[in-house]
C-alpha cells in the first residue's frame, strides 16, 4: 500500500485588485489508485462514517464507483489511464469536508503528464479541469486551464489559471496563478511532506486539524470580509455555476 498524506501549508496572496494575503497550516490525502480498494483501515473508511473517510458522493462523476467516474472522465477528455495514477484531497472529518481542489495526477515513468483538476465554489458549484503537463527541468511541470466557474466574489467568472505541480515520494507542492486579460491576480499555494498511512498519522492530523474542513469554511468567510471592508466589488455568481458540473 502506498497511500500517504501531505501535510504542511496553504499560502494565498492576491495581487490585484486590491493585495491581500494569508497562511495556515494543512494536509491533503494522497490515494494510490493502484491500491484503492485497500484504503480502508480502522480509522479510515470509504463511503461511510469514520474518523477519516473518503466518499464518492464529495467527487467528480455520478456513479457510485469512484474508478468508474475516473474512467469516464478520461474517456471524455481523451486522456489515456496511466499504471501510476494517484488522487490528492482533503478527506471527510468525522463526516464533514470542503473541498476547494482535488488533483488527479496521472504518471508516464514516474513523471508527471496530465492531471484533471476538480475546482468546487461556495455556491454549490463544481467543475473539472483538464491539464496536459510539460516541464523543462524536470521537477516542474506546468500546464494552463481556460476558468470556467465563478470562484471568488472578487474575481470574474472569465480567467487563465496557469498550474505548477512538484511531486516526488516526500514532498508534493501546487500553486496556481490566476490571470486576468493576461494580468496576474492572484497566486495560491500548497507546500507538504509527506507522512505515512496509517493509524498513528491518522490520530496525530486529527488532533492537530480536527476543525480543518471547518476552518476552510470560516477562514474564506473571514478573508472575504476583510477584502469588502477593503471595498473590493461584490461579484455575484450566474445560475451555471451554482451546479455540479462532470
Known amino acids: 500500500m502506498s497511500h500517504k498524506f501531505f501535510e504542511g501549508s496553504i499560502y494565498h496572496k492576491r495581487v490585484s485588485p486590491s493585495k491581500h494575503q494569508f497562511k495556515y497550516k494543512f494536509f491533503m490525502l494522497d490515494i494510490d489508485m493502484s ?7 480502522d480509522l479510515f473508511s470509504k463511503n461511510s462514517f469514520n474518523l477519516f473517510s473518503f466518499n464518492t458522493k464529495d467527487h467528480f462523476g455520478k456513479s457510485n464507483d469512484f474508478k468508474e467516474n475516473i474512467k469516464y472522465l478520461l474517456k471524455k477528455y481523451d486522456i489515456s489511464a496511466t499504471q501510476k495514477m494517484r488522487f490528492i484531497t482533503l478527506p471527510s472529518i468525522l463526516g464533514y469536508v470542503f473541498n476547494p481542489i482535488s488533483i488527479l495526477v496521472l504518471f508516464d515513468k514516474n513523471k508527471p503528464t496530465s ?3 476538480e475546482v468546487h465554489n461556495y455556491n454549490g458549484g463544481r467543475v473539472v479541469y483538464p491539464v496536459r ?14 476558468k470556467d466557474m465563478h470562484v471568488s466574489p472578487f474575481f470574474n467568472r472569465d480567467g487563465r489559471y496557469e ?8 514532498q508534493f507542492s501546487i500553486s496556481i496563478n490566476l490571470f486576468e486579460n493576461d ?4 497566486t495560491s499555494t500548497f507546500v507538504g511532506k509527506s507522512l505515512v498511512f496509517n493509524d498513528r498519522s491518522i490520530t496525530s492530523l486529527f488532533f ?6 471547518f476552518w476552510v469554511v470560516t477562514r474564506t468567510v473571514w478573508q472575504s470580509l476583510k477584502l469588502k471592508i477593503k471595498g473590493l466589488k461584490w461579484n455575484r455568481p450566474e445560475s451555471y455555476d451554482q451546479i455540479r458540473r462532470a
Do not use: C, P, Q, W
Not at 492537530?208 to 474542513?213: A, D, E, I, N
Open 35 to 41: 491500491s484503492f480498494e485497500n484504503l480502508d483501515n
Open 133 to 146: 503537463l510539460e516541464s523543462n527541468d524536470n521537477k516542474h511541470y506546468k500546464g494552463v486551464s481556460i
Open 208 to 213: 492537530r486539524h480536527t476543525l480543518l474542513t
Open 163 to 170: 498550474f505548477d505541480l512538484i511531486y516526488t515520494d516526500n
Open 115 to 117: 492531471m484533471i483538476a
Open 183 to 186: 494580468k496576474k491576480m492572484l
